[in-house]
């Protein structure tokens, strides 16, 4: 991976985490676990964990919503050279370890 890629993740994921600290409502914890970007830089996609999990869908529909608010204030506050395209996930992977970690 290259130093390029690997920060423009971080930068994205540090600002990530912060837009839903400040304009999400509160009724679920919202926690950015990774951002995975493409070679170009151009589109990344930023894994998120929600709990409780039964507010997984509202969560995803209000990061999706604010897909452009997202950008705008990623292009705002980091002035990155060129502001990527985003897409959010929950992320399985880190699901599936927690339920590994609850069973062990």
Do not use: C, H, W
Not at 2 to 20: G, H, N, P, Q, T
Not at 24 to 34: F, L, Y
Not at 45 to 60: D, G, R
């Amino acid at each position: 991976m290259s130093f390029k890629k690997e920060r423009l993740e971080e930068i994205v994921r540090d600002y990530a985490a912060r837009f839903f600290s400040l304009y999400s409502n509160r009724t679920s914890m919202i926690t950015v676990t990774r951002v995975a970007a493409n070679d170009k830089g151009n589109l990344a996609t930023v894994y998120l964990t929600v709990f409780p999990e039964t507010q997984e869908e509202a969560a995803i529909d209000f990061a999706k919503r604010n897909r452009s608010d997202f950008r705008a204030f990623v292009r705002y506050n980091a002035k990155l050279m060129r502001t990527p395209f985003f897409d959010f996930e929950i992320d399985r992977g880190e699901k599936a370890r927690q339920k590994l970690d609850a069973t062990l």
